[in-house]
């Protein structure tokens, strides 16, 4: 038995030479070392390579090796995740700000994607689980390349996403509803959030601006209690307050309530010159139909969330020349340029848009194609879905100097002959802010007698970037990035 075990031994050892000669093989068919990459943080939603799987671009390896393979580029399709309002408070505007995201990428990127990657929209519901699930869903779900408008729920989870650009390099973030966000933050690799509608202070200014316009000496100012809609009614007071205008009452109220009686006659009583309303479409409509039935009529300032089709639907039609003015205070587009020529025609053109959720004038519908417009040019100009590249491809394919242009396809056409381009879209210059915010022109828009709304009033926007910049909120951050407003 002793010699038996010692035979096995000798075999055993012999066997451990014949593996490791097999294992030498011959060097000169390999590189000396190759060490594994590390993950690439902005793998696109259908990359699965492990860490270990691929090699940097920079590596050795023979054009045959798996290295290579990984490194070529991906024709899985682009997801785009829209945090979405199907339930809650603006559960009613959901399915028509979800048109506003699926317009632009079915009926426009799509006929010829950025990096030649269909882009495919996937929809996360926020107004019941929150907005920091739904960001969560997008990412964890979805692996999302794209999240659209991150909103006023950001402060919560901004700790989160911060990280997760960190590592990842990913997501990007185009946004229709980040006006809450403060101003300096966003517009950064680190925080790459570029916003279409400019601030919600914004709006409040501008209602107050046009108030002083039209001699206004008071004001009330109704808010419902979202943070956006305080954050613009704070703006209203401070910006009263600097050009002179007398703010009778602030009037803060829970959103959603089927009356507001009581709140109006508070208003009946007070008599102001103008009614500033930070509230949305369904409330200010019924606000203003209640105020009608009591007789009142007043001169009322909304916001942009008016222009949808709950807003006059609410109020009623009727209801519109029985007031001294009834409009919002917003920003607008520039109906002489071909960026405004090519949407209003396709917006008013494709089944199951014009035709189902309103005209083109409708600010959500043009500035969300914009924004997505603006994104998947900068897409194409950077090469890449990486936020440290998509980010400053941002400015500059809207920015001078370089060839203006005013659609998708033209646009696409001279990045892709190397040319420098100045994007000029439906909403203006293309310009952002350091904190991600487009440079939008400030207006006023009033509604027609039969609830179309009428031509836009251009505000002073030297006056109105003075006073916003004056009264607008700053986040105040630390050394490690953790920011308070």
Not at 145 to 172: C, K, L, Q
Not at 336 to 341: G, M
Not at 356 to 369: K, N, V
Request: proline share 5%; charged share 20%.
């Amino acid at each position: 038995m002793k010699n038996n075990k010692r035979w096995m031994q000798v075999i055993a050892l012999i066997f451990g030479f014949v593996l490791i000669a097999s294992a030498c093989g011959n060097d000169d068919d390999a590189p000396s070392s190759v060490e594994p990459s590390a993950p690439d943080s902005s793998a696109d939603a259908g990359d699965t390579a492990d860490a270990g799987d691929t090699a940097d671009a920079g590596d050795t390896a023979d054009a045959g090796d798996t290295a290579d393979e990984a490194a070529a580029p991906s024709d899985e399709p682009v997801i785009v995740c829209e945090l979405a309002y199907y339930t809650g408070e603006f559960g009613e505007y959901g399915p028509a700000l979800t048109a506003d995201v699926r317009f632009p990428i079915e009926e426009v990127i799509n006929e010829d994607p950025p990096l030649g990657r269909e882009w495919r929209l996937v929809s996360e519901d926020l107004g019941t689980v929150g907005e920091p699930q739904a960001a969560r869903a997008c990412l964890d779900l979805h692996d999302a390349d794209v999240i659209v408008s991150i909103a006023h729920g950001y402060r919560t989870y901004r700790p989160f996403m911060i990280e997760h650009w960190a590592e990842n390099d990913s997501p990007i973030v185009p946004s229709v509803h980040g006006g809450a966000i403060p101003g300096n933050l966003g517009g950064t690799a680190a925080e790459p959030i570029f916003r279409a509608q400019g601030l919600d202070e914004a709006l409040g200014t501008t209602g107050i601006l046009y108030a002083e316009s039209i001699g206004a000496s008071s004001v009330v100012i109704f808010a419902t209690q979202v943070e956006g809609f305080q954050l613009a009614a704070n703006a209203a007071q401070a910006a009263a307050e600097s050009v002179g205008i007398d703010v009778l009452d602030r009037i803060d109220a829970p959103a959603e309530e089927p009356s507001y009686r009581a709140q109006v006659e508070r208003i009946a009583d007070l008599n102001p010159d103008v009614v500033i309303l930070q509230v949305g479409p369904v409330e200010a409509g019924t606000i203003i139909k209640q105020a009608a039935e009591a007789g009142l009529s007043l001169e009322w300032i909304g916001e942009t969330g008016m222009v949808l089709q709950e807003f006059v639907e609410t109020m009623g039609v009727d209801v519109i020349d029985t007031q001294q003015g009834i409009g919002f205070a917003a920003f607008t587009f520039d109906d002489t340029t071909p960026a405004w020529d090519y949407f209003s025609a396709a917006w008013d053109g494709a089944p199951g848009y014009g035709d189902e959720f309103g005209p083109a004038t409708d600010l959500y519908h043009f500035s969300t194609y914009d924004v997505l417009v603006h994104t998947a040019l900068a897409v194409e100009a950077a090469g890449s879905l990486k936020a440290s590249e998509w980010a400053p491809a941002m400015r500059a394919v809207g920015s001078a100097p370089g060839t203006v242009c005013y659609t998708y396809l033209e646009c696409l056409e001279l990045i892709r002959a190397g040319e420098d381009v100045d994007y000029e879209g439906v909403t203006g210059s293309g310009d952002y802010t350091a904190g991600g915010v487009n440079n939008v022109t400030s207006a006023y828009t009033p509604f027609n007698s039969d609830g179309t709304t009428g031509t836009a009033v251009i505000l002073d926007p030297v006056r109105s970037l003075e006073i916003i910049d004056a009264i607008a909120t700053q986040a105040v951050c630390d050394d490690d990035n953790n920011c308070e407003w």
